[in-house]
T-cell receptor, first 115, second 115 residues
Framework: DAGVIQSPRHEVTEMGQEVTLRCKPI?????LFWYRQTMMRGLELLIY????????DSGMPEDRFSAKMPNASFSTLKIQPSEPRDSAVYFC?????????????FGPGTRLTVT | GNSVTQMEGPVTLSEEAFLTINCTYT??????LFWYVQYPGEGLQLLLK?????DKGSNKGFEATYRKETTSFHLEKGSVQVSDSAVYFC??????????????FGGGTRVLVKP
C-alpha cells in the first residue's frame, strides 16, 4: 500500500492568498484526520471525518479554515485568506474503524510557510 | 476531558544509555495507550501500544507498560542508538467506539542521542 499521500510537500505563499492542502488516505480506511504541528502549540487535531462526514471540527481555528471530503479517497484543507500565523506542518492521517488497535497512519505532512 | 502529559525535552543521551520518557494520562474508563515516533522530516509512526491495564507494548527495543493505578505509560529503552533520535509522542484513545478513533496526544519529547 502507498500509505497516506499528501500534496504538496512544501508550500510557500503570501499573506492573503488561498492555500489548498490535499490528502489521499489509505484505501479502505474510513476515518480521516487533519492535524497541525507548530513549535509553540505542538500537535493539534483540526478536524476529522468518518465515512466522508465531518464528525468534529472543534479544532478548526477560525472561519478561514475549511475542510472537505468529497469521497473516500480524497480530502482537502483550505485556508482563505492565509496569514503568517498559519505557518506550520499540516498532517493528514487515516485509520480503520474495524481495526482493533485504533492505529492512525500519518502522511509525510505539508510544510506551509506564509510570508 | 482526556489529556496526556509527558516530560518536556529535549532529552540528550549518549549512545547505549538508558532512556525513559514519562507519560501520564487523565481519562475515564480504560483508554488504549500509544507511543508514536516522529523522525526528522517525517510524519508520526506508531511505535507501540497497549489496550488494557498491565499490558506491555514493545517494539524495536522500546517497552511501555500500561499502569492503571498510576495512570502512566512510561517509555523505556535499555540501550539507545543514534538512529533513535526523534520526537516521541504519548497518546490515548478513549474506550468504546462512540468516540471513534480520535487520539489525544501529549506535547512530544525530543530525544537526541549523541555518538
Amino acid at each position: 500500500d502507498a500509505g497516506v499521500i499528501q500534496s504538496p510537500r512544501h508550500e510557500v505563499t503570501e499573506m492573503g492568498q488561498e492555500v489548498t492542502l490535499r490528502c489521499k488516505p489509505i484505501s479502505g480506511h474510513d476515518y480521516l484526520f487533519w492535524y497541525r504541528q507548530t513549535m509553540m502549540r505542538g500537535l493539534e487535531l483540526l478536524i476529522y471525518f468518518n465515512n466522508n462526514v465531518p464528525i468534529d471540527d472543534s479544532g478548526m481555528p477560525e472561519d478561514r479554515f475549511s475542510a472537505k471530503m468529497p469521497n473516500a479517497s480524497f480530502s482537502t484543507l483550505k485556508i482563505q485568506p492565509s496569514e503568517p500565523r498559519d505557518s506550520a506542518v499540516y498532517f493528514c492521517a487515516s485509520s480503520l474503524s474495524t481495526s482493533r488497535n485504533y492505529e492512525q497512519y500519518f502522511g509525510p505532512g505539508t510544510r506551509l510557510t506564509v510570508t | 476531558g482526556n489529556s496526556v502529559t509527558q516530560m518536556e525535552g529535549p532529552v540528550t543521551l549518549s549512545e547505549e544509555a538508558f532512556l525513559t520518557i514519562n507519560c501520564t494520562y487523565t481519562a475515564t474508563g480504560y483508554p488504549s495507550l500509544f507511543w508514536y515516533v516522529q523522525y526528522p522530516g517525517e510524519g508520526l509512526q506508531l511505535l507501540l501500544k497497549a489496550t488494557k491495564a498491565d499490558d506491555k507494548g514493545s517494539n524495536k527495543g522500546f517497552e511501555a507498560t500500561y499502569r492503571k493505578e498510576t495512570t502512566s505509560f512510561h517509555l523505556e529503552k535499555g540501550s539507545v542508538q543514534v538512529s533513535d533520535s526523534a520526537v516521541y509522542f504519548c497518546a490515548l484513545s478513549p474506550p468504546g467506539r462512540a468516540a471513534g478513533n480520535k487520539l489525544t496526544f501529549g506535547g512530544g519529547t525530543r530525544v537526541l542521542v549523541k555518538p
